[in-house]
């Protein structure tokens, strides 16, 4: 059994799920791939198998212990190399998955990479306050990880919310003192905290703060991005 392998089977009983072995393996297949793509192209700082198992794949399936993801629409913002979304469509393969971010490079990668794993997700190269101009409250989950600080997530993220959806946003340590500034931005954008919780992350711990969509999002939100954060709400 791979590094890899090892350690996300390891961790899966401490998040209370269950997955096949081909899920395992179609997980960590995917987390090699980031490591050998990593080679020559800047997608994440942890390589080690275990790590990377660790940090990315557990970490990121750790949602669907909070949301029954199964039959919905699910929006990636600021995917990256393709975390949390990947492994939460892998885990979760009746979820349906947008990824979105703006480094072409990126996407271009997931969309050759993707299909080879014979992972099904529709990849969006574009800006978050953009690209919502087309897709505004169309996803029943917008979910995103180290993107940027929460009242600046949540007005990029918010608006692809349907009313009854949720915001699911990944953060670190800094979580609480994150919420405790985003008051405004959560009243704002038509959210209301539900639940944040804590996950035990090697050593540290990872946090997920569940926002529901209880309003429309009024219309001049997301502002332009340079806005955003020269102004948060």
């Known amino acids: 059994m791979s590094e890899m392998l090892e350690a996300l089977c390891e ?30 192209m800047n997608l994440t700082a942890i390589t080690e198998p275990a790590q990377v198992a660790k940090l990315h794949l557990l970490d990121s399936i750790s949602l669907l212990t909070l949301q029954d993801l199964k039959g919905k629409t699910v929006i990636d913002v600021g995917c990256g190399a393709g975390f949390p979304g990947v492994p ?7 979820a349906k998955l947008t990824l979105l971010d703006s480094l072409g490079k990126r996407m271009t990668w997931l969309e050759t990479i993707l299909p080879q794993l014979g992972v099904e997700a529709e990849c969006v ?17 917008a979910t995103s ?18 009313v ?19 008051k405004t931005a959560i009243k704002k954008l038509g ?11 090697d ?15 009024p219309a001049q939100y997301p502002r332009r991005y340079a806005k955003i954060k020269q102004s948060p709400l």
Do not use: W
């Not at 009983?13 to 791939?33: I, M, N, V």
């Not at 939460?88 to 009746?94: D, G, S, T």
């Not at 959210?191 to 992350?201: D, G, M, N, S």
């Open 125 to 141: 190269t574009a800006r978050a306050e953009e690209a919502v101009a087309t897709r505004r409250e169309q996803y029943d989950f």
């Open 88 to 94: 939460v469509k892998i885990a979760c393969p009746e």
């Open 164 to 182: 009854g959806g949720a915001v699911l946003a990944m953060k670190g340590t800094a979580a609480q003192e994150e919420l405790d500034e985003a």
């Open 191 to 201: 959210l209301k905290l539900e639940k944040v919780q804590q996950f035990p992350a």
């Open 145 to 162: 990880r180290a993107v940027a600080r929460l009242n600046i997530l949540l007005e990029l993220t918010a608006p692809y919310v349907k």
């Open 203 to 217: 050593g540290t711990a990872h946090t997920v703060i569940v926002l529901r969509k209880v309003a429309p999002t």
């Open 11 to 40: 961790g899966l009983p401490r998040l209370g799920l269950e997955l096949s072995g081909e899920t395992r393996q179609k997980l960590c297949d995917f987390g090699h791939a980031v490591v050998e793509q990593n080679k020559v």
